[in-house]
């Protein structure tokens, strides 16, 4: 950012701030009219929607239009516009990038409080689960199940539902996939150790009422929370509430009472700023000071877990709250249990779309100059190993902040094309096409072509992922020092060690679809 030499001498004043301050404050002194002048305005606006516009704004109904405020603001050249967060909300999308915001809270007391809390101690009793009725948040509720079944604890889990019974049916069902044995495993587990909550983490207070709101924030020690509203195409201002303010309101409770540490479920996509990528151990609020609001693939998505990751960093140099951030990459099948893959995501998609269609390229990635074609790699993982490791690195990390990238940082030449070979030895008819645009065509007219419940779980609406082919990687996209030390420290898997891409994961999947009857 450029800046002024006397706004660099008022941000010198602030040495120990931490970055996250810092950008804010020079973005603020860089901004309008007095930019760059060490002076600065800010258009303060206060109730308005809260209390209803007619009581404040009736002077100038103009005003009822919150767009009215932001305008206001950047007409007179201020240097930022402060609002509560309904304000904010309600012209975030229209007014991205052109004014410094600062959101309001009524959280003054939460956040002074918060330093003389009780910290945590021993392990964790109860357990707050938000996201399990989701994909990896199922597995999270397994594990935490399982370990609190040894000690007498109890999970809780917050679902959306009509009331708690159809919250935890919910849950109940996304375990339910045509496997008896989890089906069972959860039921008994369940029994005697799993309260569940209907709330919804876009909600104030997470939609709970007051008495259980202060019921948790006196009993639970420890809050794990994958819940997210996980979609690649909707922008971030339809984001900000589930998973940037759902995300502050999870760390409320964690602020209320007693310290409780959270465990963050973050993504890869949070880690990458053009060609940078960033280790465990950078600050994202350094590494990342300002992202980009636009249309490209996963925008909304990524800045809204970044947002995320910035408030749990906040809330630790604030606060003192300790926090883990899991930056995960693709969640795979469960190496275990019938019928468990996220039949959502591109690689499912993709698996049941080269099965179906029976025809794959010769290669997924850019011709890398060898002869025996492009040595890659893919990274993801089984979903039992991430929940595994979430839950145990996440129960030990109960002071500091700690940062681990979920990845697979096997240099093993298991890709995309090593999956097309393990499909065809297992039998599958999968015929190679040579040239790459030429399979994309013809891969997609024979996905138009699929009978209607197939074609929906195929990768026809997310073709563009695929074009043009991507570069062989060889190495993870992130490090994963910490995380791999912690896995081999923590004797998290059966391998003691980050688990490969094997044969037999890559044969469930035509099994699981084929008892999905998606196959
Ligand atoms: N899947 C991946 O490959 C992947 C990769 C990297 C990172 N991640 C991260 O991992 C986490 C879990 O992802 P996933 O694939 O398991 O997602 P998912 O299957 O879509 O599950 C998301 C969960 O969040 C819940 N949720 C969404 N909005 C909510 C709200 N307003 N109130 C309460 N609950 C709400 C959903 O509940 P409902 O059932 O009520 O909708 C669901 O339980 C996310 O934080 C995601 O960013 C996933």
Redesign the pocket.
Known sequence: MKMTPRVRKILSHYESDNPGTKTNLARILMQGRLAGTGKLVILPVDQGFEHGPVRSFGPNPAAYDPHYHFQLALDAGLSAYAAPLGMIEAGADSFAGQIPIILKLNSANTLTAAKNLARPRGAPQTVLL????????RFLCMEWLQRLSQSGGTLIC???GRDSGAARE?IAD?LDRGDPDLTREFQTLAADHLEVLA?????PNL?LDDGTWNRLADNVDLIVH?????NHVLPYSQLF??NVV?TAEVIRLALTSKLKPINY?????VAFSGDDVFGEDVDIRTAIAVRKIDDTYANG?ANS?WAGEVLMREAHDLCGLPGAVF?????LAHRRYAGQL?V??LFTRLMLSLVATGIAPRSFHEFDGRTDGARAHYDGLPVDFIAEAIATLGANATDGFHTYNVVNPHDDGISLDQFVDWLIAAGNPIQRIDDYGDWLTRFETAMRALPDRQRQHSELNLLDAFRPPTPALHSPVLPADAFRAGVRSSCIGVDRDIPHISADLIGKYVADLRQLELL
Do not use: F, H, Q, W
């Not at 938000?130 to 994909?135: E, I, P």
């Open positions: 938000t996201g399990a009725t989701g994909y990896l948040g917050i679902a959306r919910r996304a709330g919804d983490v876009d909600e939609g994958p819940a997210a509203l996980v509430g589930p759902g479920v973050s993504t890869v996509a998505y877990k930056r995960c990459d693709m969640i996220n959502t995501d």
